[in-house]
């Protein structure tokens, strides 16, 4: 049992270039989210689903993209890379009898 | 605009002594919260939690208080080891349009265990 795998863990990339981060779960949950965490700061939302086929913005969506075609994957696009972006993206998952997110391990971005 | 942060951003402490980390909230519709450990180099894992209808919530080691009134919460750690060093997150639940839940974070207590 996996829970959360999120790929790549690491990654640089050129202002200007497209990437998307994965995330996939084998819990059966229905709501997924991506977050960004800065140094030295809390996470920020940057979109979450409630379940396949549902997306909404969360409080930093700019500069991104999301899908959910499946309940198990929700990709997290970035189109035109900036050095804003450079962060720590986490993935978290919630079912609806859980407490709270299950984390995966994130994913380290640099935009240089 | 409303958020939840943390009185202190460090806290060293002795092994074995007793540790409190503090996190304040402005939201006072709010009526969840949860305490994370982040480990260095991993995602955060869920504590323990409190909804607002509770004071006081125990776990193993751990205990969750909640001043509705002064809108404080904290994170109480018996016997602090040094596998207890981590950043500690506060976060505080708010609904979305589609009624997912969403959690706001604070900004993080880095807690150090001296030998």
């Known amino acids: 049992n996996a829970g959360v795998t999120q790929t790549p863990k690491f990654r640089i990339l050129k202002i200007g270039q497209s990437m998307t981060l994965q995330c996939a779960q084998d819990m059966n949950h229905n709501y997924m989210y991506w977050y960004r965490q800065d140094p030295g700061m809390g996470l920020k939302l940057i979109y979450y689903s409630v379940g396949a086929g549902i997306t909404d913005k969360g409080e930093v969506p700019n500069g991104y993209n999301v899908s959910r075609s499946t309940t198990e994957d929700f990709p997290l696009r970035l189109e035109l890379a900036a050095p804003s972006q450079t962060s720590v993206y986490f993935c978290?998952?919630?079912?609806?009898?859980?407490?709270?997110?299950?984390f995966g391990s994130g994913t380290r971005l640099t935009v240089v | 605009g409303e958020s939840v942060g943390l009185h202190l951003p460090t806290l060293s402490v002795q092994e074995g002594d007793n540790s409190i980390i503090n996190c304040a909230y402005s939201?006072?519709?709010?009526?969840?919260f949860i305490w994370y450990k982040q480990e260095s180099g991993k995602g955060p894992q869920f504590i323990i939690d409190?909804?607002?209808?509770?004071d006081k919530r125990q776990g193993q080691r751990v205990t969750v208080l909640l001043n509705k009134t002064v809108k404080h919460l904290s994170l109480q750690i018996a016997a602090t080891q040094p596998g207890d060093s981590a950043v500690y997150f506060c976060?505080?639940?708010?609904?979305?349009?589609?009624?997912?839940?969403?959690?706001?974070f604070g900004p993080g207590t880095r807690l150090s265990v001296l030998p």
């Open positions: 409190i909804r607002s209808n509770m």
């Open positions: 976060a505080e639940n708010r609904l979305y349009r589609y009624y997912g839940q969403n959690f706001v």
């Open positions: 939201n006072s519709a709010s009526d969840y």
């Open positions: 978290a998952t919630k079912g609806r009898a859980t407490s709270g997110y299950t």
